[in-house]
């Protein structure tokens, strides 16, 4: 089968970043987008054609892939990625994919945060594999304050977190997405590049403070204890080996120490032309779901 247009695969299309991605994608007529999903129901709605997409069935990723030029690639964050993208990678290789822009995490190359020095052992295979490639790192989303690992951090007026008064660097999906539309559209310029992206940097009591500028009504930051997410998340049948990465990058800011510098806000700005999304932005944008009914004291 030939397709007329440049064919771009989108995996984790329902995500928070996918989900802005397709939507960006989808407003350019020269493209030919495909949703890489485990359900293709739940992607009914991107108004784009969907593949039947399942990282731990390596059967799925071949026909997901045919006559696809490039592709937008994130796993599930969990010790499986290396299996996951290996196998990816090694199907997008026999399918002709020229092009792989990577959603990694945040860090420099010298990283000694654990789960941020996996992903950029998928970026080295990626390379190694022969591909033209751009690789994203994004700081921390913005969203993961309206829901994260099947929580609320947010909850009636209260935010709560693990990481103490440490000064955190953040970006929103969107902007990110945004990013990864650019160098879908246009590989050339961002073929070979490793951008860094984040808009913003605040302490959870100062992102309370914007949401109770924002939506009117008292927030306050509560720091928990990081002991307390590795047991919460492993009992709920988190994978045990990621999530305790994440516990020891936790506990090193709640102890006053930053595992490493933030990215530059220039990046970001510099690929979009603007001025990335800042807190206060982000929490008018999703006044809403921050916004709660203060209960009165009878």
Known sequence: MTFDKPRILVTGATGKVGTALVRYLRAEPGLEIVAGVRSPHRAAGLGVATAHLDF???????????????????????????????????AARRAGVKHIVHLGACGDDDTRVAHWGWQQFVERY?????????????????????????????????????????????????????????????????????????????????????????????????????????????????????MYSAYENYAEYSAGKTPEPGAPFGVLAGLLGRRGTTWAEFAARHRAEFDYQVRHQA
């Open 56 to 90: 731990d069935r390596p059967e799925t990723l071949a026909p997901a892939m045919e006559g696809v030029d490039r592709v937008f690639m994130m796993t599930a964050y969990t010790v499986d990625m290396f299996r996951q993208s290996k196998d990816f990678v090694n």
């Open 126 to 242: 990626i390379e190694w594999a022969g591909f033209s490639f751009t690789h994203l790192r994004p700081d921390i989303f913005m969203q993961n304050l309206l829901g994260y690992g099947g929580s609320r951090p947010v909850s009636e007026g209260l935010v709560r977190h693990y990481v103490g008064d440490a000064r955190i660097s953040w970006v929103d999906c969107d902007d990110v997405a945004a990013v990864a539309a650019l160098c879908l559209k246009q590989p050339e310029p961002h073929a070979g590049k490793t951008y860094r992206l984040a808009s913003d940097v605040k302490t959870f009591h100062e992102v309370a403070g914007t949401l109770s500028q924002v939506v009117g009504k008292p927030f306050a930051y509560e720091p928990r204890p990081a002991r307390e997410f590795i047991d919460k998340v492993t009992a709920a049948g988190a994978d045990p080996a990621y």
